[in-house]
């Protein structure tokens, strides 16, 4: 009996990594060559998989590109950190949005 269970313990976990595998996001299409990607195709879960230091740099990468094309000449940063915030939980609930969309939609009340 003890086997048995064993058993059933290693495949339930087995298929629960699988099941995780198939519901991650497929990588985006946004890396068109080693070290460069196409800034309007980066997905959420690229962000998201990115390393601490990628990540925050991606993002206020992302925080000064969008603005520029916003044409806001003023950005307070006292709300920066809040405004990341927002950002990455919008990007956790949507990892296949484009990073471009997953701002936009959080920060939408702020513009």
């Known amino acids: 009996m003890n086997r048995m ?5 290693i495949a339930t ?11 991650k996001p497929a990588p985006s299409d946004a890396k068109v060559a080693p070290g460069k990607w196409e800034v309007e195709h980066v997905l959420c879960s690229d962000l998201l998989g990115a390393t ?3 990540r925050a740099s991606a993002a206020m990468f992302y925080f000064g590109y969008l603005a520029a ?7 307070d940063v006292n709300n920066l950190s809040d405004n990341i915030a927002k950002v990455m ?4 609930a949507n990892p296949s949005e484009p990073v471009p ?7 939408a009340s702020r513009q």
Do not use: H, M, P
């Open 69 to 75: 094309k916003a044409n806001i000449r003023v950005v």
């Open 89 to 92: 939980k919008q990007c956790s």
């Open 52 to 54: 601490d230091d990628d």
């Open 5 to 9: 269970a064993a058993a059933a313990a």
């Open 13 to 23: 976990i087995g298929v629960t990594a699988y099941a995780q595998e198939l519901s």
């Open 101 to 107: 969309q997953a701002f936009r939609e959080a920060l």
